[in-house]
Nanobody
């Protein structure tokens, strides 16, 4: 099973940008669909973005369309989330997740079998 480690979180002012990274090890990264989820205090874990194993198919939640970009580098076993025009509503712990043997993209956290420990993103107003 693949192990995932997120990095790149931090404190940023509204309107700023951050780039999250997720490094994978212990599995065949190129066979996994990868996702980003986030969880704000007192709320459920929400879907953010999903990228297919090839990188050709991508899904975003409406709240981040046009502001966030998910990408992957299979040669380096990494997936990134570029976040622009951040708002305080984007404040959350961001989690990287992997989904194996998937033919379609999914928004459901239960479809992902491997998770990272999360990285905190805080956007100040």
């Amino acid at each position: 099973q693949v192990q995932l480690v997120e990095s790149g979180g931090g404190l940023v002012q509204a309107g700023g940008s951050l780039r999250l990274s997720c490094a994978a090890s212990g599995g065949s990264f190129g066979s996994y669909n990868m996702g980003w989820f986030r969880q704000a205090p007192g709320k459920e874990r929400d879907f953010v973005a999903h990228i297919s194993w090839s990188g050709r198919n991508i899904l975003y939640t409406d709240a981040v369309k046009g502001r966030f970009t998910i990408s992957r580098d299979n040669a380096k076993s990494t997936v990134h989330l570029q976040m622009n025009s951040l708002t305080p509503e984007d404040t959350a712990v961001y989690y990287c997740a992997a989904r194996s043997n998937a033919l379609v993209l999914s928004r459901r956290s239960t479809d992902f079998g491997s998770w990272g420990q999360g990285t905190q993103v805080t956007v100040s107003s």
